[in-house]
């Protein structure tokens, strides 16, 4: 298996601008996590599907956040319009199911927002 | 509140040396533990977990942590470190009742010296 697949690995955009992250969990997975990492509050969890389904969402820091999961193989964390302070590492990380299943995280989406 | 404490930020040893990584948590609920490992510009991989049952617990590479409910504490463990240990290191924890939404510590650093 491939593994969690994000994209694109690095962003570069500027303030205002819509932001979207794009993630691939690994096949069979149920459940799929996008995190947020900075050295000031460490790694975040922003929201959890399950089954599609988003089951808890209040990490997500404001309205500007959004994420959706249209089917089993496809998610999207929207940023708009994107702050300087959004700047952080995002993952996606996915698991079979039960939260004590292994997540298995992707490589991350390195934003910069100038 | 439920935390993650890892009171140590760097951490530099001597390859073959041993290593003893600390995480201590505050949750209210029976806590299930995790380490993971994070290498330089790649996601969280998980090292080892802890449920119930037997206090040590084998994970891989190498490593082990040992539960200890009376001082609230997890800590992980290697008796021999290898050049390639060298990375930041994270323990969470999360609970039945947490819907998958672990907690992180903010990660301790590893260095290795030859």
């Known amino acids: 298996d491939a593994g969690v697949i994000q994209s694109p690995r690095h962003e570069v955009t500027e303030m205002g601008q819509e932001v979207t992250l794009r993630c691939k969990p690994i096949?069979?997975?149920?459940?799929l996590f996008w995190y947020r990492q900075t050295m000031m509050r460490g790694l975040e969890l922003l929201i959890y599907f399950n089954n599609n389904v988003p089951i808890d969402d209040s990490g997500m820091p404001e309205d500007r956040f959004s994420a959706k999961m249209p089917n089993a193989s496809f998610s999207t964390l929207k940023i708009q319009p994107s702050e300087p302070r959004d700047s952080a590492v995002y993952f996606c990380?996915?698991?079979?199911?039960?939260?004590?299943?292994?997540?298995?995280f992707g490589p991350g989406t390195r934003l910069t927002v100038l | 509140a439920q935390s993650v404490t890892q009171p140590d930020i760097h951490i530099t040893v001597s390859e073959g040396a041993s290593l003893e990584l600390r995480c201590n948590y505050s949750?209210?609920?029976?806590?299930?533990l995790f380490w993971y490992v994070q290498s330089p510009g790649q996601g969280l991989q998980l090292l080892l977990k802890y449920f119930s049952g037997d206090t040590l617990v084998q994970g891989i590479k190498g490593f082990e942590a040992e539960f200890k409910r009376s001082q609230s504490s997890f800590n992980l463990r290697k008796p021999s470190v290898h050049w390639s240990d060298a990375a930041e290191y994270f323990c969470a924890v999360g609970s039945r009742g947490s819907q998958g939404n672990l907690i992180f510590g903010k990660g301790t650093k590893l260095s290795v010296k030859p």
């Open positions: 990380a996915s698991s079979l199911g039960d939260f004590t299943d292994t997540q298995y």
């Open positions: 096949s069979g997975h149920n459940s």
């Open positions: 949750y209210g609920a029976t806590p299930y």
